[in-house]
């Protein structure tokens, strides 16, 4: 503050406008020209929003949202490829000038949540899903993405004979949780042309406007866990006669919580280990033959993934085999971890900290949910950021969590979204990009 003072009084006897337009980084001629079609884009990307909003569709039936994208980038005159992935829908923007490729991920799909928020334009679709009558609400806020995206590839269309490269736009459908990014990457998505570099965004309760992210594991895997404890059933007054694999299990479960704990370097990464069920036994005196146990295991590095996959094997194991019991160690590998390529978000800092809003540019913390992202950049760098929608005023650690029927994007962050993905393409690729993998 002390230090601004001289300037600003220089800067107001001068005229402080024009010095300070001078002074700001993006006043290059690709960045202006991104802010003014930006302006002209920007209440159709709000409209846009509020409509895919209204109409949710489940993972794998974003038909309508799917059709909307697909209208909107044969319009704008890109190379379009519908059905990819199921209802995926992928463009291509050739640039007029020789450079790189850069890809632009955003997802569709909502969620079988029934909406709370009171808006104008809130969700009142409902739907069957697993037997029960449900309400379908974007909320996960990809709503906000797909029409950031397309906000995006307008702006980008208009100045195309002035890019240095060939962008391509991935709209995936079926990210939460039923494997859309894989279905893309199978159908070809990252091939003819191969990007060299894909970045990602997702919505959040966040400061409005603000962009965080971080180098290396951001998002967790999540792995599923079941152990069955199998003991021999008797009578609850004579536990000799039998093996009581409730005990057991205690000793298992509180075995587990020893691995975070004590066995892998705290100082590397986080992992969290969580048994959310267990059942055994009916009444008060009889010792069940067995108990099952249900949990999640979250990790941020692929090594320490593997070394606790196999601690929580052994720990069960011989904790079980200790009471005379056994314990089998079923673990399903879900996602991959979301890791952000440290050499790409360091060329890209830059960037995210000119064109982040009020909230500002910010490094956080590793994320314990987990994304469907980390599929596209199993050979290719990638970077996914976040980006806050809590409105302005508001405490972001109060506000609903996505997946919450009480989930809500401020919609004055969606021009944040529009500019920071923006400048990303058009910066990487004057940069030259990274080398293709
Ligand atoms: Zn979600
Ligand atoms: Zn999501």
Known sequence: MVLMRPFVAVALLLGSLPLMAQARPEAD????????????????????????????????????????????????????????????????????????????????????????????????????????????????????????????????AGMKARIPGTVKFIFQPAEEGLGGAKAMVADGVLTNPRPSAIFGLHVFPG???????????????????EIKVKGRQTHGSQPWSGVDPIVVSSQVILGLQTIASRQIDVTSAPAVITIGSIQGGNRGNIIPDSVMMVGTIRTFDPEMRALIHERVKRTAEDIARSGGATATVTISTGGLITRNDAALLDKMTPTLQRTAGEGGFRIVNPITGSEDFPEYTRDIPGLFYL?????????????????????FVDEAALPTGVRAMANLAIDYLRS???PVP
């Open 29 to 156: 001629p690709l960045s202006r020209e991104i802010e003014t079609r930006m302006a002209a884009v920007m209440p159709r990307v709000v409209a846009w929003r509020r409509d895919i909003h209204q109409h949710p569709e489940l993972s794998g039936m974003e038909v309508r949202t799917a059709a909307l994208v697909e209208k909107h980038l044969r319009a704008l005159g890109l190379e379009v490829q519908a059905q990819v992935g199921k209802t995926g829908v992928v463009a291509v923007l050739k640039g007029g000038r020789p450079g790189p490729v850069v890809a632009l991920r955003a997802d569709m799909d909502a969620l079988p949540v029934t909406e709370q928020v009171d808006l104008p334009f809130k969700s009142t679709v409902r739907t069957q899903y697993n037997g029960m009558d449900v309400g379908v609400m974007h909320a996960c806020g990809h709503d906000n993405h797909v029409a950031i995206l397309m906000g995006v590839a307008e702006v980008l």
């Open 207 to 225: 400061p409005l406007g603000s962009l965080s992210t971080r180098a290396g594991g951001f998002m967790a895997a999540a792995d599923g866990l």
């Open 387 to 407: 980006l806050g929608g809590s409105p302005k005023g508001s405490d972001p650690r109060t506000q609903p969590a996505n997946h919450s029927p009480l989930f």
């Open 432 to 434: 030259g990009g990274l």
